[in-house]
């Protein structure tokens, strides 16, 4: 059909253009006709913050977590709970810009450039001289997507924005008497005997009948599912499978490597050393015309003792990080120096000592120490290297005009995927006992959500048809059909038998754990000295828990003790019950002058952040923040 359109194209235009053009006439044409209209999740100071933001700051949010831990589960990226994360991350930034609009705050050059050259993988691109490697620099913010304008006015932009809050967190002060009753609360010590009653104990107790497990098999069927599966079959189309189908000609590859022996070779290079006073050019006349007159001086020594070089840029040469080195800058190419100093140095033969040379920094005396001469690989030595490029490069080229052609086919011919794979030479792949969602260790096509959705849609599991092309990843379709599937059941009693006698036996050891530990704990708080099987007397606080159980270690910190001792009863699920003595309650340990001062410092660092979500809060109110879409159940904050 799609092809049949193509073949025809001018005919079908025309028949649209004749039955479109009388609807305008008629009905007028809507300001976003052809424009799709996003819905809006959000509103920030009369601003929406529509469905495609979202969706685009979500993608960006998700490939840069991807980047930094590939391993990480794909579905906890594409959780509801993630994405919301998202929104909300969204949604500040957008109040704190509108905060920064409104207070007038901005950064000035200065400010900009320093914070740049803050940046490690910045400040690694500066030159011995200090000037930075523009080609470098545009090469690294390019690697992100961006240009250097752009990549400046993110962190420009980002640095305004910063100040709406460090005004109000950096401002955080607390005093020692302030902090200590929160501090004196959270270091706390408590002396406790606890008996622990392990479910596993009671086990042995636990006789079940049929009926038992029949009954408790019933109650918890869901327990007892064996979730839906499917055996699939799935092709890929990506920049590999593209260029395995591409054949370079000979004449090609030699056109390539004449084109790019420039790149393809070492270029010359060049080990100077030098020795430089310094006067920048925005120095004073005087001050510039006293260092030439320096540099003239020891130029003249030179003259007399070439070998001397080293000692006298030791000595005089105001570059310290070369003259530790007796001015040595090491190899370097063209344009990684100032024009003047690098046409000084490409001009020197080896072992010469040059003249008196002027640059932006001061002036400079130059020897060159060695060259390296650049180097051409030739055309055999490069071959495979030069086919894989090319053969990449038409790959990339291609590719859009395959995709097209994989797209229409596994649309066109839904009932198999062997047309597809024929047409483009792919590999049809197979894997069984697949889910909605991806497995454990996962990979490509089958650990992407959105794939593993098309593939479980009603149209896949009721018809057997393929899949549309999925997008999943960079430059790489997939498409899959269902070959069998089995939909999510109640396995029969019989078969999990074993499985519900053990959950039967681990239900009911852990209530009578309880229920022993509840009584205990009744008979002991009435006579404290009937009370066995107490640990020995340990002392616990919350930094150092005695590898206890975080719930015995909250319920020994909730529990109020101004009557002691005090008892506390914790249940521990599966694991059984706990009954806790409290004996004594006791302040922190004494710290020492640095370790208070550590304390007061990580105290007045909470309070801030305290301050901060207050104050954050009262932005939202103020620039009428308003979520319009659903928070995720376990974001609840009932």
Not at 149 to 162: C, I, P, Q, Y
Not at 271 to 287: G, S, T
Not at 436 to 457: E, H, I, Y
């Amino acid at each position: 059909m799609l092809e049949a359109i193509r073949k025809h194209s001018k005919i079908v235009m025309l028949l649209l253009f004749l039955l479109i053009i009388p609807s305008f006439v008629l009905v007028g044409v809507n300001r976003d006709y052809f424009s799709e209209k996003s819905p809006a999740v959000a509103r920030v100071d009369g601003h929406d913050i529509t469905q495609a933001d979202w969706d685009n700051a979500h993608k960006i949010e998700t490939d840069r977590i991807r980047a930094q831990a590939p391993s990480l589960d794909p579905k906890l990226l594409d959780s509801p709970q993630a994405r919301y994360a998202t929104l909300e991350r969204l949604v500040r930034e957008r109040v704190l810009q509108a905060a920064a609009q409104q207070m007038h705050l901005v950064t000035s050059d200065s400010r900009l450039a320093r914070s740049l050259q803050e940046i490690p993988a910045i400040a690694a691109l500066k030159r011995p001289d200090g000037s930075l490697d523009a080609a470098a620099y545009r090469a690294l913010v390019g690697a992100q997507g961006m240009t250097p304008e752009g990549f400046e006015a993110m962190v420009r932009r980002d640095l305004s924005v910063n100040q709406v809050m460090a005004g109000v967190m950096g401002s955080a002060f607390a005093t020692p008497a302030q902090a200590k009753p929160a501090l004196d609360a959270l270091l706390q010590r408590r002396e406790v005997q606890i008996a622990h009653l392990d479910a596993a104990d009671f086990a042995s107790r636990v006789t079940p009948s049929d009926a038992d497990l029949q009954a408790y098999y019933k109650a918890h069927a869901s327990q007892f599912q064996q979730p839906e599966q499917a055996s699939v079959e799935y092709v890929v189309l990506d920049l590999d499978s593209v260029a395995s189908s591409i054949s370079v000609s000979e004449d090609d590859l030699r056109s390539y490597y004449q084109e790019n022996l420039a790149r393809l070779g070492s270029k010359e290079e060049r080990r100077a050393r030098h020795i430089l006073l310094q006067a920048p050019k925005d120095a004073p006349p005087a001050e510039r015309a006293k260092a030439k007159a320096r540099a003239e001086e020891l130029l003249a020594q030179l003259r007399q003792n070439p070998a001397g070089f080293a000692e006298l840029a030791k000595k005089y040469s105001d570059d310290k990080s070369s003259a530790a080195n007796g001015g040595d800058l090491g190899y370097f190419a063209r344009g990684a120096m100032v024009k003047p100093f690098e046409d000084a140095v490409f001009a020197l033969k080896k072992g010469e000592i040059s003249g008196v040379v002027e640059s932006d920094f001061g002036y400079h005396i130059i020897e060159l120490a060695d060259v390296k001469p650049s180097k051409v690989p030739s055309f055999d030595e490069l071959r495979p290297k030069l086919e894989a490029e090319l053969r990449q490069q038409q790959a990339q080229r291609k590719f859009a005009e395959v995709a097209e052609t994989f797209s229409n086919t596994v649309y066109e011919q839904p009932d198999s995927l062997q047309a597809v794979a024929d047409k483009l030479k792919l590999k049809i792949q197979t894997a069984t006992g697949l889910s909605r969602t991806p497995a454990a260790g996962a990979s490509g096509p089958l650990a992407n959500a959105k794939f593993l959705a098309a593939l479980f849609s009603a149209d896949a599991i009721e018809k057997k048809h393929n899949t549309e092309a999925i997008e999943v990843g960079p430059s790489q379709l997939a498409a899959g059909r269902i070959q069998t599937y089995t939909p999510a059941q109640t396995l029969p009693f019989e078969q999990v038998r074993v499985q519900v006698q053990k959950r039967y036996i681990a239900d009911k050891a852990a209530e009578l754990a309880r229920k022993e530990g509840e009584a205990r704990l009744a008979a002991w708080k009435a006579k404290p000295d009937g009370a066995t099987g107490l640990s020995e007397p340990m002392l616990l606080s919350r930094e150092q828990p005695q590898n206890q159980p975080q719930a015995i270690v909250d319920a020994i910190f909730s529990a109020r003790a101004e009557s002691l001792p005090a008892w506390v009863g914790v249940a521990l699920g599966a694991q059984g019950y706990a009954i806790v003595k409290i004996n004594a309650v006791k302040p922190p340990e004494p710290a020492d002058a640095q370790a208070a001062r550590q304390l007061l410092a990580q105290f007045t660092q909470w309070w801030g952040s305290a301050e901060g979500m207050a104050y954050y809060e009262w932005l939202k109110t103020k620039f009428k923040v308003q979520i319009k879409a659903p928070r995720p159940e376990t974001f609840s904050q009932g």
